[in-house]
Every structure is written in C-alpha cells, then in structure tokens.
C-alpha cells in the first residue's frame, strides 16, 4: 500500500488520488497528473470538487483507449475507494469527479499558508523534478544612441519574470545585461559627437543626446563623404585600442549605463552584471582559433569566414563568423561571450531573451557551440517574444524606456483623479507608477510570448476586467480589510465556517497554485500564472461580497479573514514573481 507523507497540501490531495489511481490501474507511480487543473474552470465559479479528464487517464495509461471509455470510467469511479481525503468518487462524461473532504482542506491550506507564506507552492513535491542549479538570465540588452523600443521593453520584463520564477523555486540566478556597445556604428557616433556634439546636454540628458546625435550624423553621412571616412577611421581607432577614442566610447557606455539603471530601478528591475558585445570583442580571435583547430571554419572565395551546419540539420547550413576584413560578427562576439560567462560564472542553464527575429541566430549559436563540443550548449535557451504594435505616448513614437513609463504613470495619475476612493494615498505619484507599470506587464504577460499584439492604452488601464490595475487594486482591497481588523491571523480559526461554496472555490484555487508554477517554469510563460492570479482576484471579488467580515459573528469573521489573508499573501507571492510590486492603497 502507498503511504502518502506529504509536506504539501496540494501533493496530499493528488497523492490521494493517484496512489489510488496507481494501484487499482497499475500505472506508473513515477506519472504526475495535473489532477487540479484538469479542468478548464469558469472566472467567477470553480467546482468544488477535483475533475481528472478521461483523455489524461488515457493518456497516463490508466483508461484504454481500445474499450468504450465511458463504461471504464463508471467502472473506475466504483473501484476507487473513498478515505478521509476523498469522500466520493462519480463518473461524469468524459470526467472523474473526486469530491474533497472540505474541512480538511481549509484546515490544511490555511495552517500552512499561516505557517510560511512564502513557502507556499514554491517547496511543493511537485516541483521537485524541475532541474536545479545556477541560472544565468540574458535580458533587454538594448543599444547604446539608439531606440529603446518595445522590443527591449518586453525582453526587460519577461526577463525579469523568468529570473524572479527561478529564483523562487530555489536556482541561484545572474541576471545579465548585454548592451549592444560595439560595431561601426560607434564609428559614426564618435565622429558624429566630434562634430555635434555637447558636453553639456550629455549631462542633461544623455540618452536623448546621444540618439539625436547619432541620427543626425546617420542623415548628414548620407551626402557627406568626410564624414563617412571619419566613422571609418573613428571606428578604426576603436579596434586598435586608441586612447582617446576609447576615453570618448568609455564615457558614452557609461553614461548610458547609469541611465538605464535608475530607469530600471523604476520597474524594480536589477543586473548583477552588465556585459556588452565590446567585452567579448578581443576574445573573438580565440574563438576562430578554437574553430580553426576543430576543423570548423570554413574560407569561402569572398574571403569571409563561415561555420558549416549543414550536418546538424540547418537549412541556412552557414553562418558566417569572420567578414573578409578580420572584424567579428554579432554571432562571433556571442560565441565568445558564451564560453566567457561559462567560465566565469559556471551557470548549468543560461536564458536568452530576445524578440522571435531572432530565433535563427540563437539557434546557429547553441550549434556552432555544440559543433565546438561544448555539451553545456544543451542547457542553453532563447525565449523567443513577439512584436508590439503602435505603442506610442502623446509626445509621439516612442524612443526611451522612461517615455512608456511617464506615460503609464500620467494616464493612471489621471485616472486616479477622476476616482473618488483614491484621493487618500500619500504618495499619488509612485502609487501611479507601481500601477501604471503593473498594468504594462500584465497586457503583455497575458497571452503566448510569441503572440503578436496591438498596444492600447485604454484597455491596458482599465481598472474592470483582466488587468494589472485590477490585481492591484484586488489585493490594496484585501490589505486594508485585514489592516481594519488587525492582525487576528495568529489566533486559531474554526474551518468549519469555510465551508460554503465561494471559500471551497478559493481553497481549491489556491492548492493549484503549485501546478501554475511548475507549468511556467517548464515552458517559460508567464500566462499561466498571470491568468491564475485574475481568476483569484475574480473569486475574491465574489467573496468581498458575499462573505462580510464586519458584522459577522466573531468566530465566522475571524475564519474569514484567515482565508483572506492567506489569499492575500499568495496574490502579492505571484505578483511579485511576475515583476508586479504590490501596493498597499490605492
Ligand atoms: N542588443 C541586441 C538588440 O537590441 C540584443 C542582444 C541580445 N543578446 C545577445 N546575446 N545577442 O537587438
């Protein structure tokens, strides 16, 4: 007989079922069944009880798709016998229905989300399979003098979410920053900054003014010849190390970088290191070294330098690594970047996160590595994302990170006036900030990365249906519901007064917090999280309503706000793993 001991509530209530399941069917005890989110559930109302489908009995063996399914199901539900975990066992169409123990669950949730609400779902058996270990994140990595677009933008948070999840189930993370710092355009923007340049707007704005400058010196080399040379010998100067230029480079990156990272502190982003494709460049000679001895690089008549991939199924079987001058390409300095950080920081997986453009690149880069007989290239991933469409501000296109922030922060501001209830934070503008920001990510988090979608500010900022404003404005709601009523969490609460159909609802939502959490990590999306998180907010408005704590009876309301309290903890642990700070007014 299987014993089941079980630290986590959710595992307790699969383990019930599949050891059941395993010994009456002979499956395989090694096979984990999504038994809480088998069924897809409605916003506002969760069955009570849990559905395993019949195609996931078929697909774990345990139902044969050879016989009429319907009699096997009814025949099953007979044969599993019920124990105080589950009280019943009925076959519907196409489903299994296990009807809980409802004390035991609200007992069990509840004591274990007061005991440690951080560990809860994260320490979850479940997620004890997924690969531990060291987990370097490469995230928004934008261009130095140039647009900050909404490429970047959506690789700087979906960047984040990712470090933020594996972190919290436990991967030591680096987060890395990859500024695109080198190449010849810093030819045109060092001479561009010669000739237009201002020391002055530099201090003042340094983003905006290198980007004026590089444009303006893009359009004027265009009829302008001497300008043309300067780059090259600018550029020229650069490679060979030449004081000066470098002094002038130096200063740009910089500048840039202390930029970028106050405006990252904004998004309550951070790096532990920021890298750029100059820090790789002197390595790159190693690189074709390394290819050359392996026998790997390939002259072609042109004079350039080519990798062959043709034998690991490449279509575009070539990538080139060296142009026929001797400079490096942006695949060459990621190779070298790659064995770099290997060394240095000795990750056992490393993320990628760039717009799906560029998929065939990353995939030409984990060969090239594997061709080089770096085995490691197995654990490496690109997280490919889609393109926004027509996200602009009032001022116009956007160019700056900070433009999509001002402007969030200003809507939501503005929405914030018209409000009544919330004139009475103290600090409007960051409150704004954080909200306006939730909001951003939330539109972008809720669909498939690799979606494309069309920007809409209107519908970002709606304080009703599936937004960030709304997360937010669920979970200020419930901290100043328990903010009223003290903190009576510590005391003991009777589970017999969670028994009515909208607490059942939030308990049996919250046990499957766990399986949220493995299903993101394992594709790397956040959506399965982030839809999780509205249908709480959902069950919880419901609750609001139905379920007062003023006025109730002392031991009915104290029961409540324990239930509130633990939804509350794990609505802000999910926020945050999202990037979302939680607010606590609004
Ligand atoms: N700077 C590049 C861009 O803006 C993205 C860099 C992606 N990372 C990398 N290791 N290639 O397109």
Request: contains cysteine; glycine residues 6%.
């Amino acid at each position: 007989m299987c014993v089941c001991v079980c630290t986590h509530m959710a595992s307790f209530f699969r383990r019930s079922v599949s050891s059941q399941l395993v010994r009456r069917c002979g499956g395989s005890e090694e096979v984990f069944i999504p038994l809480l989110s088998a069924v897809p559930v409605s916003k506002r109302q969760l069955t009570p009880d849990f559905r395993l489908t019949v195609s996931s009995l078929v697909q774990n063996g345990i139902l044969s798709p050879e016989e009429d399914l319907q009699s096997q199901t009814e025949r099953l539900a007979k044969q599993l016998e019920v124990n105080s975990v589950i009280e019943d066992v009925t076959a519907g169409r196409g489903v299994l229905t296990f009807r809980v123990n409802k004390l035991l669950l609200a007992q069990k949730v509840l004591s274990e989300l007061r005991e440690d609400p951080q560990a809860f779902g994260v320490k979850s058996e479940i997620l004890r399979s997924l690969p531990r270990g060291r987990t370097l994140v490469e995230f928004s990595s934008p261009n130095i003098a140039k647009k900050f677009h909404a490429g970047h933008l959506r690789s700087t948070i979906i960047g984040h979410f990712i470090a933020n999840l594996k972190q919290a189930l436990g991967n030591d993370v680096i987060r890395v920053n990859y500024l695109g710092d080198w190449g010849m355009q810093f030819g045109l923007l060092g001479a561009g900054f010669q000739r237009l340049g201002s020391e002055e707007k530099l201090k003042e704005n340094a983003l905006q003014h290198l980007f004026e400058v590089y444009v303006q010196a893009n359009r004027e080399a265009e009829h302008d010849e001497s300008l043309r040379l300067d780059a090259a010998e600018f550029f020229r100067r650069l490679e060979q190390h030449e004081e000066q230029a470098l002094l002038l480079w130096k200063q740009f990156r910089e500048i840039t970088v202390q930029e970028y990272r106050r405006i990252y502190q904004r998004l309550g982003v951070h790096f532990d290191h920021y890298s750029g494709e100059s820090f790789h460049q002197s390595k790159t000679q190693e690189v074709l070294n390394d290819l050359r001895t392996h026998g790997l690089l390939k002259m072609t008549e042109k004079g350039t330098g080519v990798v062959d991939l043709s034998e690991q199924g490449d279509t575009s079987s070539y990538s080139t690594v060296v142009r026929s001058d001797g400079t490096s390409l942006y695949i060459t300095r990621d190779v070298a970047a790659a064995l770099e950080r290997k060394q240095t920081f000795g990750f056992d997986e490393m993320i990628y996160v760039t717009d799906k453009s560029q998929s065939v690149h990353f995939q030409q880069l984990f060969q090239i590595l594997r061709v080089m007989g770096r085995h490691w290239a197995q654990r490496c991933v690109h997280v490919p994302f889609g393109l926004v469409k027509g996200m602009s501000t009032r001022r116009g296109d956007v160019v700056f990170l900070e433009d999509v922030i001002d402007e969030a922060r200003n809507r939501m501001l503005h929405n914030m006036n018209q409000s009544k209830t919330s004139k009475v934070v103290c600090d409007p503008e960051l409150i704004a900030d954080q909200i306006g920001i939730s909001a951003l990510i939330i539109q972008d988090f809720k669909g498939p990365l690799t979606a494309d979608y069309v920007f809409d500010w209107e519908r970002v900022l709606q304080a009703q249906g599936d937004t960030g404003v709304f997360l937010q404005y669920t979970h200020a709601r419930l901290r100043s519901l328990l903010r009223m009523h003290g903190d009576e969490t510590h005391t003991h609460f009777d589970a017999s007064h969670l028994q009515d159909r909208r607490s059942i609802s939030i308990l049996q939502h919250l046990l499957r917090y766990d399986e949220v959490l493995l299903q993101s990590a394992l594709e790397l999306q956040p959506r399965y999280l982030v839809n999780f998180l509205l249908t709480l907010c959902h069950l919880v408005s419901s609750a609001h309503r139905d379920l007062p704590v003023k006025g109730s009876a002392t031991d009915v309301a104290q029961a409540r706000l324990h239930l509130f309290a633990g939804t509350c903890s794990v609505l802000a642990n999910g926020m945050k793993i999202l990037g979302v700070t939680p607010v606590e007014k609004m």
